[in-house]
């Protein structure tokens, strides 16, 4: 959330925002079917641009931040049990029809 700090300059925030626009976009510079040399422009580029977006936001800014995560991940993460109870049945429930569906089948 640095990015969005008025301290940092327009460009930084910018920069920021294609980078992680780049990362997370279904379109590469190169394809990624194209075997190894479709995964070395991910592995290289937003890497590359994650390490400038960084030296762009100012280290004040960036120390404050962390400081901030730190903060965070001291007080630890917060636990949802309805939610992941619903998400297990969701994936048990999908495997008991998927194992009738086979078992149909196999005896059809």
Known sequence: MAYKDPRVPWYGRIFAVCVVGYAFSPIDLIPDPIPI????????????????????????????????????MLIGKPVNRVAAIVIIGIWVGMAILAFVIVSKNLIA
Not at 44 to 60: C, R, S, T
């Open 37 to 72: 040399v479709g995964y070395l422009d991910d592995l290289i580029l937003v890497p590359l641009g994650i390490a400038l977006a960084l030296k762009m936001i100012p280290k004040e800014v960036m120390a404050e931040y962390r400081e901030q995560a730190e903060a965070v």
